[in-house]
Structures are given as C-alpha cells and as structure tokens.
C-alpha cells in the first residue's frame, strides 16, 4: 500500500508528501488510530487529504496510508432498524441528551438466510442469492453486488450467519472467483447502476393534505423545503417520515444540533408504523451527524444516505430520504473548501456547490432494477437560509434541480398555522401527472379541485391586500365569498396539526372525502350568494363549524361522518338558496 507523511495540518485537512502512487478520491488511514480520510486533490508529490474524524493530537510526519479503493460504505439487510454515523458507523447513543460519535465495531450480528440459488446457476449483479432476516422479522433480498457477476460455486445452506461472511461464490467469464457475503462495499459517491430510469407517475403519498393535494411528489422525485429558523422543517420531515407511504424510510440528520438530533433518536424506536402495525424502525435507517460531530464527515454522510436509499431501492423497493439539513451540509462543504485554500464563490461556498447539489438530487429516480424489479427513491431535503432569504446560494441552485418547492413561512409559522407551508411561495412541475393515480383511486376530480383551491388562494392573497386599503366591507360581495371560500379552504383542509392524534397523517381516502365536501360546499355557497343570500347567515347555519373542524372531528375510519356532514351542507345551504329565490319571485310578483 502507498504510504504518504503528513506536513501541514488544518483542522480536517491534511497536506502530505509522498513519492508513491494515491489515486484521486483514494479511502486513506491516517495515523496509528487509522482515522478515516480521502484524498481530494494530488499535485506532483503532494496530496491533499479530508479527515472524517477529529484530528487533535496529530503531527507533522505522521504516515497516512493508502487503502487502494475509494471511500466506501457496506450496504446489507443488517441495515434497517439502526443508526449510523455520516460514514455508517453504528452510532452509541447515551443517556445525554446529545449524541456521541460513533466508534464502535463493525455491525457483526447473525441473521437468518435461505438461499434462493442453486450451484452452476448463473448470476449477474443485482440478481437476488437469498433472503435475509433480520431481528425486526422483515425478509430481505440479498443482492449480488452490481459490479459482480458469474457461475454460483458454492452457496450457504439456510441457517443464521454474520451480515459480512461469505455465503455466495461466483466464478466469473475469466475464471475469477468472487466472494460475495449479504453485505458488501459500495463507493459512497458513485452511484449504483440501474437497468433503466423512468420517469415516474405515481404520487409518493406523505399523508400531508396541502402536499398530496396541491404540491406532490412523485414517488422518485425529488423536493426542497426551505424554511427560517423555527418554521417547522425538522417537524415536517419527521411527519413525513412517519406517514409517508415509502417502503423504507432513510432519515439523515445533517450537521443540525445534536439535542434536537436526540430528540429523533429517542423518538423513532416508540413509534409504530400506521401501515402495519410493527415499530416503524424496522423500516427505518437513521443517519446522524450532528453539528458536535467532525465536519468533514457531514460532507460525506448525504452521499452515505442516498447510497444507502438506492441499496434498498435495487432490492425492489419504494425508499424515501429525508435530509435535515442540507444547508449545514453545503456549510461543511464551505469549510473544509475553504481549509484547502480554494477560492470561494458567491456566499463564501466552493464554486462546485451546485454540481455537487445536482450529483445528490440526480439520484433520485423510478428505475427498473438490474435484478429486473422496480423501485425508486424520492429525496427531500430541507434547506435552512440564513434569516430566511430564498434568494441565496443553497436555495437558488437547489431550485434548479428539484421538481417540488414547500416553502415554509415565517408569518404563518408565527400565526402557528401548520405545516406553514405558503402555497403561494411552493409549487410542484408533476402535479397533472398524478390526476390519473386519482382517478383511479376514487377522486376523478382531483385536478379540477386542486386548480380552484389554488385559484382561490390566489385571490385571496390579491384581496387581502386590497383589503387592507380599502377595508374589507368595502369589497364587493363575491369577493367577500372569495375571501370567505379561501379562508375555509385554509382552516379545515391546509391546517394539519403533526402533533394531533387524530389528524398527524390523512389517508388518500380521507383527503379525497374532505376535497370533495369543500368543493360542494364552495359550490353552493356561491349559488346561495347568486340567490342573495348574506355571508353572515351562511356563517350562521349549523354546518358552518364542522365544516372548519372536519380535520379534527372526522378520523380515518369515519367516512359516513363525511356523508352526513354532506347531507347537512345540502340541506341548510338548499333551504337559503330556496329562500332566496321565494323572495326574489316575490318581489318580481309585487
Ligand atoms: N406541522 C406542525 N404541526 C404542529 N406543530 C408544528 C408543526 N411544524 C412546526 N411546529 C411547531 O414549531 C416548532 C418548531 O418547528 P421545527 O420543525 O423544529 O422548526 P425548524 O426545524 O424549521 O427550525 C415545533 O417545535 C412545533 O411546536
Ligand atoms: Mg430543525
């Protein structure tokens, strides 16, 4: 192994001499604690290393040690149900309320295999060898990895074995053998290769009305929420996390503090998945590298996740990334350029922030598999801008790449109505594509639905302001039912506590039914107006207030709730249009 000695240090940055060969982005050990590091630039016999772990302590004239291959992580059915450092190292978590890096040994615990494939079969990467199951009870594909392929020579019998020993040997075309465990090491910063990408049209259902109805994502897709301090980001993507209906959830805590990362920590093993039941960890895989953590390896850990995300999305299945923050990311990147004396650009960060934002967001994707199955991964990321200015760097490039946009707000934050995302701010370029998904699951009229309420909001925002200067009784009455519309789609539709039991998520059943009601009641609510009808006695009918409450009176499993809510709405709206109209015959009689 080529073998470098440091000369100068600074903080996570290494310079070392050398006279043998590193290759760039070369894995390095450094020292006699075998920090993990990577070469990140060569320039004659000087390189240039990135440390992921604390350099207190090192000199000059320490030996850094060439590993051969590039940064990489073992990916395996072991996996789910745990927590990592950004390098996939299991993470200890104390009883202080912050986390402790993660120093301990490689994940070794048995789980039980069956093999699938049989001696002289032929194999090729992706293929599936196996099926794994871990403590959680949930089986799992064991994959060939996608750079192997061959003729099986031996395969394990079924029994329980470490996640790392070798169950699988291949021969390959040349005569090679491979030796293949239920884990194995995949280069965080490349991405695994896929059969094909297609472009998705099916919507990833988070349970959040105001994204699933008026700002979705598609299941591959990929968003942004960025959002001041304190507007609810972290609270959004832990909702999201729990309700959405992923087959695997990848959570990655990036650079923020580590009580707040606690929190998550301590919170995700109570929880039980909506879906089936079981502990929502055993679905789950939780990334931490909190800002008390070396900065280098939070640079690291979004590549760590996402190679994590497409490791179970080449299983066959649905993952969703939820990244928190990836502005503390961009800043780690900011640092450590900043250390290698690289000239920065706009806000201080390197000029590559936004290809390395668009390496990140490009894997995100629906793929056909190379073990021939579908799958995909949606990434979210939140983006925290210094006072909330949009208009900076790590929130314009991510713009670039992303095709959803919840922008959270500060005065609806503020006014404490969550999640505060601001539809006039957010938008969506997929959402026609998921009218079809709609259709077919009960709500052929979730398109038109969609445009009024947007339409609607629209309004609202252009009236309110006129409002202001003219005072709101001076407004005509149609635009006072705009404004009376407008506030109802607001009040029981967007408003969705994360902290309510009842209401946290809304199954696509249940906003369909709720999306329905507003529509006809909006509806009628106009013709009542047309009939003459005053806004205050619409206010008064008894199915005013359950209409504003629905969220919070009608749960999951009480649609016929829905119905006879619709019914009231029918019959009390009917009788002042039937009235309106009698006094309007009356007076063309007199
Ligand atoms: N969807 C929500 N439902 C209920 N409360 C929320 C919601 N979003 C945010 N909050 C409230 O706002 C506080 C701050 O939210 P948080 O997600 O920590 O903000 P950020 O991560 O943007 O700094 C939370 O502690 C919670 O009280
Ligand atoms: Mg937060």
Known sequence: MSEARIRWISGPVLRAVTEENF?????????????????VSLDGDELVVQVYEDTTGLKPG???KGTGHPLAIRVGP??????????????????????????????????????????????????????????????????????????????????????????????????AIREIAMSHPWPVRVPRPVRARSPGAKPLVTGQRILDCLFPIGQGGKAAIPGGFGTGKTVLLEALAKGCDADVIVYLGCGERGNEMAGVLEEFPELTDPRSGRPLMER??????????????????????????????????????????????????????????????EGGYPAYLSSRLADFYERAAVVDTLGGGNGSVTL?????????????????????????????????????????????????????????WWAANGNPQWLALRRKFLTLLDDQARLERMARIIGKDALPLRQQLTLFCAELVNEAFLRQSALSAIDRTASPARQSAMMRLI??????????????????????????????????????QEGDKFAALAESVEREIGALIHAGERDDAAKAVG
């Open 23 to 39: 290759a760039l982005r070369e894995a390095v050990e450094v020292g006699p604690q075998r920090l993990l590091g990577e070469v």
């Open 519 to 556: 529509g006809r009641y909006i509806e009628l609510a106009e013709a009542a107006v047309n009939a003459g009808a005053k806004l205050e006695a619409l206010a008064r009918l008894p199915c005013y207030r359950p209409m504003l409450r629905m969220s919070e009176e009608i749960g999951e």
């Open 380 to 436: 979210m990321g939140a983006i925290s801008p210094p006072s909330g200015d949009f208009s900076e760097p790590v929130t314009s490039h991510t713009k670039r790449y992303v095709r959803a946009f919840w922008a959270l707000d500060v005065k609806r934050a503020q006014a404490r109505f969550y999640p505060a995302i601001n539809p006039l701010a957010s938008y969506a370029e997929d959402a026609h594509v998921f009218a079809e």
């Open 78 to 175: 072991g996996l789910l149900g745990r927590m990592f450092d950004g390098l996939l190292r299991p993470l200890a978590v104390t009883d202080s309320p912050f986390v402790t890096p993660g120093v301990a040994p490689p994940r070794s615990e048995a789980l039980a295999f069956r093999p699938t494939v049989k001696k002289g079969d032929r194999l090729s990467g992706g293929a599936t060898f196996g099926e794994a199951t871990g403590t959680g009870g949930r089986a799992q594909r064991c994959l060939v990895p996608p750079d192997c392929e061959g003729e099986v020579v031996s395969i394990a019998s079924a029994g329980n074995h470490p996640e790392d020993a070798t169950l699988l040997t291949l021969r390959d075309a040349a005569g």
């Open 284 to 345: 789950t895989v939780i990334i931490a590298n909190t800002s008390n953590m070396p900065v280098a390896a939070r640079e690291a850990s979004i590549y760590s996740a996402v190679t994590v995300a497409e490791y179970f999305r080449d299983q066959g299945l649905h993952v969703a990334l939820m990244a928190d923050s990836t502005s503390r990311w961009a800043e780690a990147l900011r640092e450590v350029s900043g250390r290698f004396g690289e000239l920065p650009g």
């Open 62 to 64: 320490v030996a850094i």
